[in-house]
């Protein structure tokens, strides 16, 4: 083959991957572009994001924050959330489901009014929350009863639960009828079938430790395990082989995937945001570690613009989850020039 002829595929071949062949060779050019004070008391844990809304969902000990992205200020709250972890919206249905992991309850909103709608009791301690399209129900990944609640949208009702023999983290849905759930301790990932709530198959995660964020590559089958030993661990959907594991950084919470650009995401907790890529020959590496600020280690994505939103505090000196007032911050990350300070 001629050169021309070479280079002219490698270009496609990366285009295909995800991104231009000059980003393969330069990075994807991430940085810290906005950020605002948003204040408040309490911490904070999983982040939603509704693109049709533009609204920003943020977990925050009993409460949701709502922020509306395109003035960079709060707009409401979803309240009474006792020990809310996280935020299913199902924009179809103009519903939202918070897992209160202070009461064992789902809380069903309004995305409009933020009023609650209705109460759903759940199983122990329930962390993280998804909805699967296929099947038209939201899950909740439930700590201390070790197992998944699926809910019926339309009914509102719990149709179901799943035994997972161990404590889940996050999950994810491949929109097909299948759920992966990351189980925290025993390292490994679990596979059931969204509708018979059935599991289906059990893969461990060597060599990643103690799983955390948990993302999905839907067209081309791939899951993202960020991991608290310090590694993504990427896996086949389909038979769970472990195809690479590339350093991140420490204090993994979240890791998500831009379909778009072909990249994947892990936050961590020391103040970066590291970005995994295949090369275009199925090898994953690191492209880029972008520095965010120390303790945003969940986050959410706009797939539209391709933002990745953080959130953070400053920590009270000597004291463990405590927070100076009024420093709760949201972060934006994306392609782009940073924004000059004080704008």
Known sequence: MNRIGFCT???LASLVAGGSADEKSTG??????????????????YLSFDGNANRLYIARSNRVTVVDMDKGKQCGEVLKTQGVHGVALVPKAKRGFTSNGGDDSVTEFDLKTLEEVARIKVGKRPDAIIYDSATNRVFTMNAGSKDATAIDVKTEKVVGTVDLGGKPEFAVSDEKGHIYVNIENKSEVVEFDADKLKVLNRWPLAPGEEPAGLAIDVAHRRLFATCHNEKMVVLDADSGKVLASPAIGKGTDACVFDPEKGLAFSSNGDGTL?????????????????????GARTMTLDPKTHK????????????????????????VVAPGKAKPEGK
């Open 308 to 331: 990745i939103f953080l959130v953070t505090a400053k920590p009270k000196a000597g004291e463990r989850r405590a927070f100076e007032p009024d420093t709760f911050t949201v972060l």
């Open 28 to 45: 994807p050019g991430y940085q810290v572009t906005d950020k605002f004070v948003l204040g408040g008391e309490g911490g904070w844990d």
């Open 274 to 294: 590291t970005i995994v890529r295949d090369d275009g020959k199925g090898k994953y590496e690191v492209a880029e570690t972008v520095k965010t600020q120390a």
């Open 9 to 11: 595929l490698f270009a």
